[in-house]
């Protein structure tokens, strides 16, 4: 029972964050709800008994994620003003809706259908120790081809920063 | 769950609690007391309850009340945000606070065939659990200076924010070489390995043993706190305050009281990971257990002699100037405290002697192993925080891009340099 109370307070804090994010005008308040959304889903996380998951959760969506977006939008630094005016913006709203409501209630049925369809999982299933493990014999070669992955999205970050330097040297 | 684990969890947990609140107000005093002896002066030891000085800890408590009697202000484009504005340094407290209850502050205890461990958070990942939650202190700082709408406040954010982020590459690459080489990433695990000897006479403490990790961790650590030398984020000479500018009385206090929860949070950590933690050189607690009868006459010999020290020092300094005729009190304090310590001394001892009495191994000893291993590491811990304040008065102030050069130039690749050292000699020579 402790459990579902937990869990029903995480989805509703998911959900309002979420709302919160989408809706909210002062941008202070949006990053709060962003902020609460990660930190929700690392709850979750931690119900599941996912102890990796939930660490890294707070250590790169809460500690790194947040910071540098927070960074971007206060050198933005965006006015009230500067927002574009949104027209039509109620007919959006229901046309939004009811385009997605099909596949709200597909989802739902999915969920119910493999809701008791996943195998129980171990002891130790999902610890720092067990997950560092599968990483590095079952999945060697996807993780360090993951890192050249992000190795390639560094340089092009690298390269897109000092675009205006490359150009000064060409002229 | 039976009631004696609860009763050692609750007792743990008071503990942690104690030992990062009630630290605060001595911290302060000790800032002011220290950075006055470095700079040849006093600092504050005026102050008094009833003619009770205590070297001026009292002080602390006027700051105290002063802080919460001021008066709340807040800038004026706060308006309906205001829950927001008080957020962000409950953001910063908190996270400190809650980074330091992962610290173990003794052994495992064994009591009855039950093992309970002394660790408000029982938890076995108390490294990653550091850096993780150690990292939003950071969210509070930004939040904070960005919602004073100031631009000191947000160039003090800005600074911190890219000071933490740089300097968190070089932690947690030296914190991964530290797990190479402890092979776990349990702080209680990490301070039983410490308890070994190195080259045969050493203890096996993690600075010994990886010296350069510990240099690279420390300073990574000193910047994590957001003290001196690395203070930019507040340098009063350029920006003011830094993000706390337009804060006031207790939302003001939270910050303040932040940055010395995060330095005794980082004191714990290096005692944790560099200076064998909760244990005596050379003394495990196997040690500690089979031979707790030699131990405790060494300290029933030991204490006296060190009260009867600190007596003298006491009555030979807490005079005022000897021109002045009155002496508002002092000798009375004197008097009083020498009183209950040479209590307090008598009762430990009769304690002590009685234990040593009983068989090795009993129940009265074990609790006696964990009580002396507690009291081993907040000397540490207070060493390393007074460290932390000496080293805060003593060097000057970096600039903003000396503090990147030496986090991007030097820790970085130094750290990395480590990291294959130390891999080299865990998978070559050691296995």
New interface residues.
């Given amino acids: 029972m402790p459990e579902k109370i937990i869990l029903t307070l995480l989805g509703l804090f998911l959900v309002v964050g979420a709302l919160t994010v989408v809706i909210a005008r002062r941008p202070a308040t949006n990053a709060i709800g962003f902020l609460a959304v990660l930190l929700a889903v690392a709850g979750l996380f931690a119900l599941l008994n996912q102890s990796f998951l939930f660490l890294a959760q707070i250590l790169v969506s809460v500690g790194a994620v947040v910071v540098l977006t927070l960074i971007v939008i206060l050198t933005v630094n965006l006015k009230e003003e500067q927002f574009p005016k949104e027209r039509f913006k109620g007919v959006w709203i229901v046309g939004a809706s009811v385009l997605t409501a099909p596949f709200g209630w597909l989802l739902y049925k999915t969920l119910v259908s493999v809701a008791n369809a996943f195998p129980k999982t171990q002891k130790g299933f999902g610890s720092a120790e067990a997950v560092g493990k599968s990483l590095f014999t079952d999945w060697v070669l996807p993780f360090e081809i993951l890192s050249l992955l992000l190795l390639a999205a560094m340089v092009g970050a690298i390269i897109i920063g000092k675009k205006e330097q490359a150009y000064d040297i060409e002229s | 769950m039976s009631t004696l684990s609860i009763v050692v969890t609750l007792a743990t947990i008071v503990l942690a609690a104690l030992l990062a609140l009630l630290m605060i107000p001595v911290l302060v005093w000790l800032e002011r007391r220290v950075c006055g002896l470095i700079q040849d002066r006093l600092g504050p030891n005026r102050t008094n309850l009833f003619g009770f000085r205590l070297g001026g800890v009292v002080q602390s408590f006027a700051d105290v009340i002063k802080l919460v009697v001021k008066e709340e202000y807040y800038p004026s484009h706060i308006g309906k945000?205001r829950w927001?504005f008080v957020?962000a340094p409950m953001i910063t407290f908190a996270s400190a606070l809650l980074a330091f209850m992962v610290i173990p502050f003794a052994d495992d205890l064994v009591l009855y065939g039950e093992r309970m461990k002394i660790q408000a958070l029982p938890?076995?990942?108390g490294i990653?659990?550091y850096?993780?939650?150690g990292?939003?202190g950071?969210?509070g700082m930004?939040?904070g200076g960005?919602?004073s709408h100031n631009k000191y406040s947000?160039l003090g954010?800005?600074r911190s924010?890219?000071q933490?982020?740089s300097y968190?590459l070089a932690l947690g690459l030296g914190v991964i070489s530290m797990i190479l080489t402890y092979g776990t990433?349990d702080f209680n695990a990490m301070v039983h390995w410490q308890s070994g000897t190195v080259l045969g006479f050493l203890p096996a403490w993690g600075a010994l043993v990886q010296p350069l990790a510990a240099i690279v961790v420390i300073v990574a650590l000193f910047v994590e706190t957001n003290r001196a030398p690395f203070s930019v984020a507040e340098g009063e000479s350029e920006i003011v305050a830094g993000f706390m500018t337009e804060y006031t009385a207790m939302k003001f206090a939270m910050y303040f009281m932040g940055e010395y929860v995060a330095m005794n949070t980082a004191s714990a950590v290096i005692v944790t990971m560099f200076f064998g933690g909760y244990q005596l050189p050379w003394l495990s607690t196997e040690t500690l257990t089979a031979h707790f009868s030699a131990v405790a006459w060494t300290i029933v010999v030991a204490l006296p002699l060190f009260v009867w020290f600190f007596i003298r020092w006491m009555k030979k300094n807490n005079t005022v100037r000897p021109t002045v005729s009155t002496d508002w009190g002092r000798h009375f304090e004197t008097k009083v405290l020498s009183v209950v310590l040479i209590a307090m001394t008598v009762v430990i001892d009769l304690i002590l002697i009685y234990i040593s009495t009983l068989p090795e191994g009993s129940a009265a000893t074990t609790v006696a192993v964990t009580l002396l291993q507690i009291a081993v590491f907040v000397m540490k811990l207070m060493a390393f925080n007074i460290f932390f304040i000496v080293v805060r008065w003593t060097l000057p102030r970096f600039r903003y891009d000396q503090v990147q050069t030496l986090g991007w130039r030097y820790l970085l690749p130094l750290s990395l340099l480590n990291i294959f050292v130390t891999a080299i000699v865990v998978v070559g020579v050691l296995s």
Wanted: net charge negative.
């Fill in positions: 945000g927001l957020l938890v076995e990942y990653l659990w850096l993780a939650i990292s939003v950071v969210i930004v939040f960005w919602m947000l954010a800005l924010a890219s933490m982020v968190e990433i």
